[in-house]
């Protein structure tokens, strides 16, 4: 038996805790790790005390017919890289690697175009994580280095002309 690599040690953790999200349009999981120690994880759903879309039954921006990637003000959950960031300390993200893995929630098919949004990217840059661990496929990964998330700022308009 062939041993798994680290990587992907760390992200099928991360697609087991995906298993726990409430969404009914993209289910995610994340986890950061420290010192090749997990810290913390963290999955995407409602508020603590909210109901959930799960339980509702409908995805408020599905129902508005928002794209994906638009209007996360309107969404109920809270991103799963914000819910692992928000269960650890500070001095334990310092440094850290967050690992994501995402999934559809209505196939339950493997995301190979998983991405952090611009809202968890500011929070992963202010948490002092140093990189992020995306799955692709069962096996294939990429990593993005955080420095890059800071040097590439999405939240400046692009030059006109």
Do not use: F
Request: aromatic letters at 6%; hydrophobic letters at 30%.
């Amino acid at each position: 038996m062939k041993r798994i690599d680290k990587e992907n040690y760390y992200l099928d953790i991360a697609e087991t805790v995906l298993e726990r999200s409430t969404c009914l349009r993209r289910c995610y999981g994340a986890i950061i790790v420290k010192n090749d120690e997990i810290v913390s994880t963290g999955y995407n759903g409602a508020p603590r005390g909210r109901k959930n879309c799960m339980d509702l039954g409908y995805c408020t921006r599905e129902a508005m017919n928002i794209p994906s990637g638009q209007r996360y003000e309107l969404c109920r959950s809270v991103h799963a890289e914000m819910n692992a960031i928000i269960s650890a300390a500070r001095r334990d993200t310092l440094g850290s690697t967050l690992y994501l893995a995402g999934r559809e929630a209505s196939t339950g098919e493997l995301l190979h175009d998983a991405t952090s949004c611009s809202m968890c990217r500011r929070t992963i840059i202010n948490a002092g994580i140093d990189r992020v661990v995306i799955r692709n496929t069962d096996k294939d990964y990429s990593v993005v280095h955080v420095e890059d998330w800071i040097r590439e700022d999405d939240s400046l308009p692009e030059k006109q002309g």
